[in-house]
Structure formats: C-alpha cells, structure tokens
C-alpha cells in the first residue's frame, strides 16, 4: 500500500445557522468563488489570525500549541461537542489539506470535538471578524474592475462613511453587497453590476 500524500485533501462538513450559510452563499453568487473555496478560506483565516484563535482558546480543555503560541487549556470548561445549538442548522462542505488538517485535528483536540465542530467554529468567527469580509471583498474587486472603477467606488465609499453616524464605517464588504442589492442583472459580472451601479443607480451629490 503506498504511503498518504501529505497534501492529500480531506472532505469536511461543518454544520452552520442557517443565516451564516445563507451569506456565504450570497457572497459565493457575488464573487463566484465556490462555497467550498470560501469556507476553506474562513477556516485558514481563523487559524491564522490571534483574534480568532483567542476567542475560541477560551474554550479549550485541553493545552494546544498553534505555531509558535501555547493556550493553556481548562478541564473544567464545557466540551464544544456538548453545547447545545439552538439554532437551526445546515451543513456545507469544505476541502482542507492535509496541513490544515492537522491543524484542526489538534484544535479539536484541545475543544473536545469533531474536526467538523472545529471548522464551523472558525468559520464563524472568522465571518464575523470585519476585517476578513472587508479584505476578501477588496481583493475581489480589485481583481474585477479597472483601476479607474476602483477609483470611483473608493469615492463612494468615502462619501458614505463621511455621512455615517456616530463614526460607523461602511465596509468594502457592505458596498459590494449593497450594489447586488440595487443591481439586477441576470448572470452577470462584478465589473458588469458595479459599471450598472456607477452608471444608473449612484447619483453623486
């Protein structure tokens, strides 16, 4: 028998509250990035950003070292796999390599769960971490539009936040969902739906 690739991709299927997987659809019909690739992303970004890792530490049992940090673990923290979920809940599915994998592996480790349990906690934190929406739909843009449409959204979304109340911010995530939101163009691209936009439905004061 020949010996496992150590990249070798692994199925999960974390369970998510229906409006969480509902927006990762939503952003998936926006960017036309595969659920699959977009959960992956949440789950790399989780285990790669402090923020996201420490608030999930909190619920550790067990020590676990993740690069070059060790959370101490308390035994008598609930295990993650008992919790009880009100909500209701639907699965989707990732593919993670073998890498990350262990990852999680050790992450569950330290939860007292499933690896799928672990990857819908990182999913979820990370989808409400503002930073990662905020980047992940820049980076979408930049690579739909031209230079100069960027330009014009970045104008916009100046003008907007410069009109929020109480110093909130618009995100690139917020403006991104907003145009779908007052752009209907069947089967269409980003660059097609924020050229609509700029054109036909901002109408800058």
């Not at 060790?70 to 909500?87: A, C, D, F, T």
């Not at 990370?126 to 031209?146: A, G, T």
């Not at 917020?174 to 109408?203: C, Q």
Request: glycine fraction near 2%; aromatic fraction near 8%; hydrophobic fraction near 35%.
């Amino acid at each position: 028998m020949g010996k496992e690739r150590s990249d070798k991709r692994r199925d999960i299927k974390p369970s998510l509250p229906l409006n969480l997987k509902e927006a990762i659809y939503r952003l998936s019909f926006i960017t036309k990035i595969p659920v699959k690739d977009i959960a992956e992303d949440l789950v790399l970004y989780g285990i790669k950003t402090h923020d996201v890792i420490g608030k999930i530490a909190k619920k550790f049992r067990r020590d676990v070292r993740i690069d070059s940090t060790l959370y101490r673990g308390n035994l008598s923290n609930l295990p993650v796999s008992k919790e009880k979920r009100n909500e209701e809940l639907d699965r989707i599915t990732t593919r993670l390599t073998g890498s990350t994998f262990e990852i999680i592996s050790a992450l569950s480790y330290a939860l007292d769960c499933r690896p799928a349990r672990t990857c819908s906690l990182l999913i979820e934190e990370s989808f409400h971490d503002v930073h990662f929406l905020h980047n992940y739909c820049e980076k979408h843009l930049n690579e739909s539009i031209d230079k100069q449409r960027m330009l014009e959204l970045k104008k916009i979304l100046n003008y907007i936040n410069n009109e929020m109340p109480n110093n909130e911010k618009f995100t690139w995530a917020g403006l991104l969902f907003y145009i779908y939101n007052e752009v209907s163009i069947p089967a269409s691209t980003t660059k097609e739906v924020v050229n609509d936009f700029i054109v036909n439905h901002w109408r800058n004061p």
